[in-house]
């Protein structure tokens, strides 16, 4: 499945963010366990001077390379087994 239309406007809106400065990392709660979670998120400024933050993103807690297995050039993706050998 390749990437989605939304997931790619998240990406520049967060890339846009990121440009401007208007990126924040939040401390947040997952809601499946209530463990607290990394979130990047896009600031929105308010007229007022507060902000509204826009979750995008939320940052490995554990390992990445244990957690995803990338994309092979050739089609589908690696297993595991073969990024770890």
Known sequence: MPLSVGDKQNFDTLRRAMQAGDAALLECQSVATG?????ICAANRLTGGGAEFVPLAMLFADNPYRAINPPNPGGGFYTQEEVHV
């Open 35 to 39: 463990s607290p979670v990394a979130v």
